[in-house]
């Protein structure tokens, strides 16, 4: 497997909590050495919420929304034809539908989905499950046998993780330290046993960072920039900045604030990994993720206002536990693991992966008078240095604009090896 280097296309959806999950495993099979692309999804999300913005009747705008995500499947599908690669990739809400699912297994295209949501809360997993060769979750029983019952035999166990080159600690300006300084920080969506569970901190240096607080009337003068969406680059310097950042994971009801649920989220792992101390809900499958003096956890909302006035009070403690969790996550929870260990389960569950006979860049592949000019046209590309021949040439087909002199000699150069049996470029 390690020797092996894969053309992966991920498939990322329009927007969402995954939307930053997606990314990160692209950096981390790169990081990897495989060859990727992105289907950019979210390219296209303002011509789907814009349907809304037209004024037509609402019965309308259902059928509409439908037909625009047929045309993005077909997007897909167009990509797939174009690049060939060994296996796509999509994430959670990706904008993949069952004719184009139902294609790519016909074509034998190998396809998995990590679906990092919880199933009881986002149960369109029924429809779409079967269809893919691997349905990775972030949840153990009774999910698994749920699928398997479904016809989904192939569904590894994959928790969330971090992304080292991106969830470190940033160097902060005195500006961005007071914009983003607090005892007490927290960031993520105003799920309904937050709302209630937070308001026991609305008169403590107490800031809220993220979306979806409409109508929170509380914990108003808690709540930053009017509830808007942060970005993932954003977020490190919350974490950064805060004394204590709080972990309360989500849940659709009120009436018990602590859920004691099963998945551990991504804010945990991504804390973990910059160091940045956090005080976390107790979760069914933490223990086997983290030890018990890696993370600070509560059971209950007393226990965790309890626990904030000690730690407040106790900045080595805070940094112990930070220290600790942070080399758990290096040593065993980074997205480069995890895109790993799934890589290897497929192999295992559906048989090895096409020997890599394809040349081993795009360098090594063109007649020496064009090698010079390659380097800063992939850099303009965003291709890596090795980047494969095809790889450059989908790339290039792929722009908008006009294509760069260096590149349109690379197309005639496939255009003629095509016409010639394709030596030297590889399938």
């Known amino acids: 497997m390690a020797d092996v280097s894969l053309k992966i296309l991920v498939v990322l959806p329009m927007y969402g909590g995954s939307l930053p999950i997606g990314r990160h495993c692209v950096a ?13 999804a979210p390219r296209l999300y303002p011509a789907f919420t814009g349907l809304k913005e037209l004024g037509l009747p609402p019965m309308s705008v259902g059928p509409l929304e439908n037909s625009l995500l047929q045309v993005v499947g077909q997007a897909v599908w167009t990509h797939v034809e174009c690049w060939r690669p060994d296996l796509v990739l999509a994430l959670a809400q990706a904008p993949l539908n069952r004719l184009v699912l139902q294609r790519l297994k016909r074509a034998g295209v190998r396809t998995a989905m990590w679906f990092v949501e919880d199933h009881a809360v986002f149960d369109y997993w029924r429809a779409y499950a079967p269809l893919y060769d691997v349905f990775a979750v972030i949840q ?32 902060l300006s005195p500006e961005e330290r007071a914009e983003y300084g607090a005892e007490i920080s927290f960031l993520g969506a105003g799920y309904p046993n937050r709302r209630a569970a937070f308001r026991a901190l609305a008169d403590r240096d107490f800031k809220i960072w993220g979306s979806d607080w409409d109508g929170e009337t509380a914990l108003a003068r808690n709540i930053q920039r009017g509830g808007a969406r942060i970005s993932a680059e954003e977020s490190v310097k919350i ?10 994971h989500s849940s659709v009801f009120a009436d018990k604030l602590v859920s004691g649920g099963d998945f551990v989220n991504p804010r945990t792992f991504e804390l973990a990994c910059m ?9 069914r499958l933490m223990p086997e993720l983290f030890a018990a003096d890696e993370l600070a956890v ?7 206002l309890s626990l904030i006035d000690h730690f407040a009070a106790h900045p080595e403690e805070r940094a112990a536990f930070a220290a600790r969790a942070r080399a758990r996550v290096l040593r065993d929870h980074t997205y480069q693991q995890r895109m790993r260990a799934l890589l290897e389960y497929t192999a295992e569950r559906l048989g090895p992966w096409p020997e890599d006979g394809r040349p081993a860049s795009a360098l090594e ?26 790889d450059v040439t989908a790339a290039l087909r792929a722009l ?6 260096p590149g349109v000699r690379l197309l005639l150069l496939d255009e003629w090896r095509g016409l010639h049996g394709r030596k030297g470029r590889g399938a």
């Not at 974490?239 to 309360?248: E, G, K, P, S």
């Not at 956090?278 to 979760?283: A, E, P, S, V, Y």
């Open 400 to 405: 908008n604009g006009p294509v760069p002199e």
């Open 28 to 40: 981390a099979l790169r990081d990897l050495g495989h060859s990727v692309q992105v289907f950019d």
């Open 275 to 283: 160091g940045a101390f956090q005080l976390t809900d107790r979760r």
């Open 365 to 390: 592949s063109v007649p020496e008078n064009m090698r010079a000019s390659l380097p800063p046209l992939l850099a303009e590309l965003g291709l890596p240095p090795d980047a494969r021949f095809d």
């Open 239 to 248: 974490y950064a900045a805060a004394d204590i950042n709080l972990n309360l």
């Open 298 to 304: 509560f059971d209950s909302m007393p226990e965790c």
């Open 140 to 171: 153990k029983e009774p999910f698994v046998s749920l699928l398997r019952d479904l016809g989904q035999p192939n569904a590894p166990y994959l928790p969330l993780a971090a992304l080292p080159s991106f969830h470190r600690m940033p160097e």
